[in-house]
């Protein structure tokens, strides 16, 4: 939440344009009280692109369904994973898996309302909950409702004590968990997720399940997709250098400065990563704050900016 904003989707999709996107969590209630455009809107040029909800209202969940296929997203993904406090407050994200009946009928309730696919995001489990039958029982009627694709984060969630940070790298991964689970339900498409940070891992999951999601190290690290690209990708990738993705997003701010009123920086803090492990990184990241703070917005500035970068 955040940080997978349009903005963000839209300088990973000039990295890679193969893998697929996931946006940031957007709660039911925000989409059906609150600014619906301002959550739903995105540029075409960023599908596929998954709208990842939170919720567990049924209903709520078939009306934010319908919403999802009528701005045209390509799937959407509950989430069952999310152990923040304030997710947990209204009832939904990772709290959900002690509910597994709930989950089905608010898969049914979302499949009935459009024809998106539709996946579930989740842990290996809960608190004490922490046993492969635990995994194996949220699974099952939520398999029976029709559901066909889970995201596995392969650490289970401390609904109490820990942060939503703390949750991220306290509880140990158990990988293993989730290949028995692909094992076991060989029908079902099965995604891993959690401490995946090079290609080498990548390739070593591949080998067991059907895809891995890569969160923190994309954002952190984004020109990893890049990689993706080279290594996985059956497509001639075309020739892409740091600075040709630099030059494109500069043209995308000043379009969405001059028709969205919207802030450089709401763009450029999704790039401080495009250089890292680099020489220079450091100096590249200092001197993106640094655009952002003097710019004044202006797009005149971009143009200049652009200029720079071409000599």
Partial sequence: MDWTD???RYFHRLINPYVTLYTEMVTTGALLHGDTDRFLRFNE???PVILQLGGSDPQDLARCAKLAQDYGYDGINLNCGCPSPRVQKGAFGA???AEPELVADCYRAMRDACSLPIGIKCRIGIDQSDEFQFLEDFIK???DAGCTLFIIHARKAWLNGLSPK???EIPPLDYERVYQLKSDHPDLEIHINGGIRDIKDMTT???HVDGVMIGREAYQNPWILHQINNEFS???VPALSEMDVVRDMMIYAEREINNSQIKLHDITRHMHGLFQGQRGAKAWRQH???VSKDSGNNPDFIRYFLGILGN
Avoid: G, T, V, Y
């Fill in 6 to 8: 349009r903005h963000c």
């Fill in 45 to 47: 040029a960023e599908q």
């Fill in 95 to 97: 709290c959900l898996m």
């Fill in 141 to 143: 009627p939520i398999k």
């Fill in 166 to 168: 703390d949750n991220r």
């Fill in 205 to 207: 999951h591949m080998k």
């Fill in 234 to 236: 059956s497509a001639n």
């Fill in 288 to 290: 993106l704050s640094k």
